[in-house]
């Protein structure tokens, strides 16, 4: 079956503009996470969601980024007001339950750079 | 708040010889450890994972790693690499039993480079 997919692969902004990063998980997988990738680092965790609701929202950097899975698939990243600082890949994945013990589906990233 | 180091940036090999990728771990309580790989121009994905019982894990491509708990370490090793090893390796742990057990944290990442 498909594996995770995430829309746009690139995405190039301006400073100060809003951006929406999208996720669409495997089918059935009801937890979803959201990491960014800075260039020379891991991931380093964001939010995930357990069905519709944000089980931990820890890792969001500040009130500037949000997240939101209404339907409990689907998932969108939202930046506002942009910064350089915000440049990087950000990587979506997926897992059938919590990642505490089943494997993460990660997608290929939406590579994200604020000019 | 758990940490992960993995103290190689770069290890460059040549193909049979045998590869360890550190990695140490900081946190007090039970934890998920976990390999991923990222070959060039794919997605990361998993190598192995432990979770309880033998410490030592086996792998898909014939990695294996060994939980040492004493020394919070979770090395990779593989006895012979092969050119198709080539790739950036992160290592990752989870804390289990936790209200946030679905967050993982990952290490900065080994590159991996075989010369053939």
């Known amino acids: 079956g498909a594996g995770v997919s995430q829309t746009p692969s690139n995405k190039v902004t301006e400073k100060g503009k809003y951006v929406e990063l999208r996720c669409d998980p495997i089918?059935?997988?009801?937890?979803l996470y959201w990491y960014r990738q800075s260039l020379g680092q891991g991931p380093e965790f964001l939010i995930y969601f357990q069905g519709t609701g944000a089980a931990d929202d820890s890792g969001l950097p500040n009130d500037r980024f949000f997240a939101v899975r209404p339907e409990g698939s689907v998932s969108t990243l939202k930046i506002q007001r942009t910064e350089r600082g915000d440049s990087a890949v950000y990587l979506c994945?997926?897992?059938?339950?919590?990642?505490?013990?089943?494997?993460?589906?990660f997608g290929p990233g939406t590579r994200l750079t604020v000019l | 708040a758990q940490s992960v180091s993995q103290h190689n940036h770069h290890v460059i090999l040549s193909e049979a010889a045998s590869l360890e990728l550190g990695c140490n771990y900081s946190?007090?309580?039970?934890?998920?450890l976990f390999w991923y790989v990222q070959y060039p121009g794919q997605h990361l994905q998993l190598l192995l994972k432990?979770?309880?019982?033998?410490?030592l894990v086996k792998g898909i491509k014939g990695f294996e790693a060994e939980f040492i708990k004493s020394k919070f370490s979770f090395n990779l090793r593989k006895p012979s690499v092969q050119w198709s090893d080539t790739a950036e390796y992160f290592c990752?742990?989870?804390?289990?039993?936790?209200?946030?057990?679905?967050?993982?944290?990952f290490g900065d990442g080994t590159t991996l480079t075989v010369k053939p």
């Open positions: 089918s059935g997988h009801t937890a």
């Open positions: 990752a742990v989870n804390a289990r039993g936790n209200t946030n057990a679905g967050k993982s944290t």
């Open positions: 946190y007090g309580g039970t934890v998920n």
């Open positions: 994945a997926s897992s059938l339950g919590l990642a505490e013990y089943n494997e993460q589906f």
């Open positions: 432990y979770f309880s019982g033998d410490p």
